[in-house]
């Protein structure tokens, strides 16, 4: 696909006098602005916005962003590339969606646990809550995922398997110790082999991967969420910035990834090219799996209308990230955005919100 692609770096490029005449007719100059004004006045220390519509791509990056390529912790958007990694063995006939966890996992089969199966780790239905209950104490001894395996698989259940929807993020690591014990590699390996490299997302890596520490841009951890330190000055060990966070590569949002990057890979689900997924196991990844009255899902995705912004149809598809981060696909508009921000998602109003609204408004 021929794209005409517009790409600014830095604050002050993005928006010199000279410039600004150039761009005067983009219409996503209004989300732009927005993301600049947040990191003008200090709200923000960085954020990228790339958006897909139709043939044309415009990417942009912000403050400590220098260019759009920069990797920023995508927290929870981990979570649709940790599924579409599983995917790749489900089209391969090494597993199926409807395997019972225990499958793979013999350890995990008590009780109810042994009715899991691996589509209900991904669609939130398990009753695996979303952080364990010692997860601040596993963090800041560093502990290993399988660490972190061995405690999910005892954790209570929050309810009977099926029967409702509470998002969990421990469903997707469980997901994601399934495909390391199938493939018989190193997740953050396997992830790279493939989704990464399929794709030429060249500026993403589950973990560190290739990039030193110093090429990512540091979150703002005050005001982060509880699990990653609340901002809490004893946990620099462990918080969002630490050496072990950007290391571990947590498959329910440790991934790394440029706004590009991401973009490319939420394409690959409007339009699939077999590079990653065949076309039907993309096109099932974004339909609804759960049940009359539970909240749909897609396969690690959120759907319809909230995975997007008011304009988006109930066909868009997206997720969205603790650490200031949203990206999300409108079939109906043939558009992908994507916002990455280094601002934490509990602050509110959030620019990446605003921005996300008018490229929606933009499209429609």
Not at 80 to 105: G, I, N
Not at 241 to 266: I, K, M, Q, T
Not at 308 to 322: A, E, L, W
Request: glycine share 8%; with cysteine; net charge positive.
């Amino acid at each position: 696909m021929n794209r005409r692609t517009f790409v600014m770096g830095g604050l002050g490029s993005a928006f010199s006098v000279p410039l600004l005449g150039a761009m005067r007719q983009d219409k996503f100059d209004a989300a732009a602005a927005v993301l600049a004004k947040a990191v003008e006045e200090g709200k923000a220390r960085a954020a990228a916005l790339c958006v897909r519509h139709g043939k044309d791509e415009v990417s942009r990056s912000f403050g400590a962003a220098k260019t759009p390529d920069v990797p920023f912790l995508l927290a929870s958007i981990t979570k649709t590339m940790t599924a579409a990694a599983l995917l790749t063995l489900v089209d391969r006939e090494k597993l199926r969606l409807e395997d019972p966890v225990s499958k793979v996992l013999p350890e995990f089969s008590a009780g109810p646990r042994s009715r899991i199966t691996l589509l209900q780790l991904l669609t939130h239905v398990s009753g695996l809550p979303d952080q364990l209950p010692e997860n601040q104490a596993l963090r800041k001894s560093h502990a290993t995922l399988a660490q972190f395996v061995d405690a999910a698989v005892r954790t209570p259940l929050l309810f009977e398997p099926g029967s409702r929807f509470s998002y969990s993020s421990m469903g997707i690591l469980l997901a994601s110790e399934i495909a390391r014990r199938v493939s018989g590699s190193d997740f953050r390996e396997f992830m790279d082999r493939a989704v990464f490299q399929p794709l030429a997302m060249t500026r993403s890596a589950l973990g560190l991967g290739r990039f030193a520490r110093e090429e990512l841009v540091p979150n703002q951890v005050e005001r982060a969420a509880p699990e990653a330190g609340a901002g809490d000055p004893s946990a620099k060990e462990w918080d969002w910035n630490s050496a072990y966070w950007r290391e571990l590569g947590a498959p329910w949002g440790g991934a790394h990834g440029s706004a590009p990057d991401v973009a490319r890979f939420f394409a690959e689900f409007l339009h699939p090219t077999e590079r990653m997924l065949k076309p039907d196991t993309a096109r099932r990844a974004v339909t609804n799996h759960n049940a009359d009255g539970i909240v749909p899902r897609g396969l690690g995705f959120s759907l319809g209308t909230r995975a997007g912004s008011p304009g988006c149809s109930d066909r868009t598809f997206g997720h969205s990230g603790s650490s200031g981060t949203l990206a999300w696909a409108d079939p109906a508009s043939d558009t992908v955005c994507v916002v990455l921000t280094t601002l934490p998602a509990s602050v509110q109003p959030h620019p990446l919100r605003a921005a996300s609204d008018l490229v929606a408004k933009a499209v429609s």
